[in-house]
């Protein structure tokens, strides 16, 4: 007999959801508490010890959160997660379970500039040192790798270039290396691409975009394959005695669920950036929706990239569902159900230009953030990637006339409307 | 070492196993608190089961008589729980169909066919490379509250402990 496999829809719904015994409350309950009675001294103890499964405190787990958690991993069909306050905090959770002082990290020059900067001065202010390839060429990750390298770190889709990882291509080289690839699945979503499938041991979220989907909500989660073997040598945080939590042997211990195991027992537990049990409720909320949302993300963008190709009054456009994209072949292997919400284009006219369709445009929201389900737009060279300098934003992809669109779930005639009349006052 | 979700039993046979037994003898069980086997057996006491230890360097552990061996035993026995390397598993195997257990249970990274299938032929349930705490964590509660996927979907409330 074996387990009957659900869609990913139902996952959406019910996964990690146990109706409560007391109260068979449908929805998830929301736990607003900071910590949790014991019954006995003994049972104090053995929580604490991890002997047995069980909530101390908020900082390290909470029933709400654990819902979301659970939830995640199922839908990257991963064997486990750890939610925590917001995608920034993801990745520092996920690099710093594995990385310390004299560590490297080879990473995507590409990346979303938040994560540019956290690596390039926070990271390195730590000692740990990051490479930065152009991931379009998997091999610039392999010609990276040193004795020192612990991960190769990577966007599914480059913010805002909009670049597709070939995912299998460099996790093999990862794997080859004995490294884990640490895939930043936030523009995809797991309805669109699964990077364990290919070969990615964690995954992490801003799930402030497409999870939670309404733009209410900051929140991240980290993801893991439950496939990668840290016992290979290269990772003694993982199988040695943990300093941090009285000698566990993370690995050892907990197995294949061991790497969240340590996000969460070290990682929340000393840094602490635990994601609210509200937070987590609207987390939830959102995700029951993503594949519904997805489609007509991926519908409306598709659409809109079609139309702006098309326009006498656009320069360029930049969409992996585009032909004349270059990732568009990567995207048929790595997102045959759509190439996600967003899209970048320069008008003629250059900056100036931009400046002044982003001042004439009625609906579509002016803002930093993706994965509403609303439209949204920006100017990155003036805003999310303002900290790098030009050459910096030109090397990740940001030319200085870039408009980046993460377009909405709105009536498609209407966002084409408002895009042409805002066009046409430039 | 790698996990692999292919290998695991379902759930049904899982839930059998574990609601149907009393008595597990832990066969290299440790006597230090922090080892993983420790960490097994005391949340199966805790839980309602009866844990044998079986290890000739001990003369108790978690407050039971220990013995050298299986063939030991005095009384009936309804999981092996094995926590040794995977190629001391077959003899172990045939000591406890030479017992009568039940059900053989290798833990995490236990993973050695030819005592499955000794164990299966002589009629046994066999559980391989999956650890009897963090199962019955999952299927009884415990295991979600850290972001595990227990692949459990259910509309009705908790299911009642065994």
New interface residues.
């Given amino acids: 007999m074996t387990d009957h496999v659900y869609g990913f829809d139902t996952l959406c719904l019910h996964s990690g959801q146990i109706p409560d015994s007391d109260t068979g409350s449908r929805a998830v309950p929301i736990y607003q508490t900071t910590s949790y009675v014991f019954d006995t001294p003994e049972e104090a103890a053995s929580l604490f010890n991890l002997q047995t499964f069980g909530n101390v405190y908020t900082r390290l787990s909470n029933p709400t959160v654990a819902v979301l958690e659970e939830r995640v991993a199922a839908l990257e069909n991963g064997r486990a997660a750890v939610a925590v306050g917001s995608g920034m905090a993801a990745q520092m959770i996920a690099l710093l379970n594995i990385c310390e002082a004299g560590d490297e990290i080879v990473a995507a020059k590409t990346l979303y500039g938040g994560t540019h900067t956290q690596l390039n001065v926070n990271f390195r202010k730590l000692g740990i040192n990051t490479i930065f390839v152009d991931s379009d060429d998997p091999e610039n990750f392999a010609r990276a790798i040193t004795s020192k390298t612990k991960v190769l770190y990577a966007e599914t889709l480059g913010n805002p270039s909009l670049n597709i990882l070939d995912i299998e291509a460099v996790s093999k080289i990862a794997n080859q290396a004995g490294l884990p690839l640490f895939i930043d699945n936030t523009f995809a979503s797991p309805y669109l691409c699964r990077p364990f499938e290919w070969g990615a041991a964690i995954s992490i979220h801003s799930a402030t975009k497409f999870l939670g989907g309404h733009g209410t909500t900051m929140g991240g989660v980290v993801v893991e394959s439950g496939k990668f073997p840290w016992d290979n040598g290269n990772f003694s945080t993982m199988t040695q005695p943990s300093p941090g939590y009285h000698g566990v042997r993370f690995y050892e211990t907990f197995g294949d669920f061991g790497f969240t195991m340590k996000c969460r027992m070290e990682g929340l537990r000393t840094f602490g950036p635990t994601l609210s049990p509200f937070n987590a409720f609207l987390l939830l909320q959102g995700v029951e929706t993503l594949p519904l949302r997805m489609d007509r993300h991926c519908s409306n963008a598709l659409a809109v990239a079609k139309h702006l190709e098309a326009h006498d009054k656009v320069a360029w456009v930049n969409y992996p569902g585009l032909k004349s994209s270059q990732s568009y072949e990567l995207g048929q292997k790595y997102l045959p159900k759509g190439a996600g919400a967003v899209l970048t284009f320069g008008i003629k006219g250059g900056a100036a230009a931009g400046k002044k369709f982003i001042e004439s445009v009625q609906f579509l929201s002016h803002l930093a953030n993706i994965g509403d389900a609303k439209s949204l737009v920006i100017h990155p060279a003036s805003t999310t990637h303002r900290q790098l300098s030009e050459q910096e934003q030109i090397d990740c992809g940001v030319p200085p006339d870039l408009i980046r669109l993460s377009v909405g779930l709105e009536t498609l005639e209407d966002i084409l409307w408002d895009i042409d009349q805002a066009l046409s006052q430039t | 070492?790698?996990?692999?979700?292919k290998n695991m039993s379902?759930?049904?046979?899982l839930q059998r196993v574990l609601s149907s037994s009393k008595t597990i003898a832990v066969v290299g069980l440790s006597a230090d608190?922090?080892r993983?086997s420790?960490?097994a057996a005391?949340?199966m006491q805790?839980h309602g089961y009866k844990v044998i230890p079986v290890n000739p360097k001990y003369q108790e552990i978690l407050g039971e008589k220990c013995y050298p061996d299986l063939a030991s035993i005095p009384c009936k026995v309804d999981i092996v729980d094995v926590f040794r390397k995977s190629e001391d598993a077959l003899p172990i195997a045939k000591e406890a169909v030479a017992i009568g257990a039940k059900h053989l249970w290798l833990q995490?990274?236990v993973i050695n066919e030819e005592a499955s299938e000794l164990a299966k032929k002589s009629g046994l349930t066999v559980v391989m490379n999956r650890?009897v705490k963090?199962e019955y964590?999952r299927l009884f509660?415990?295991?979600?509250?850290?972001?595990?996927?227990?692949?459990?979907?259910?509309?009705?409330?908790?299911?009642p402990k065994p």
């Fill in positions: 070492m790698v996990w692999s979700i379902d759930i049904a046979t608190w922090y993983p420790y960490f005391k949340y805790e995490i990274g650890c963090i964590a509660g415990g295991l979600h509250w850290f972001g595990v996927n227990t692949r459990i979907i259910t509309a009705r409330k908790q299911i």
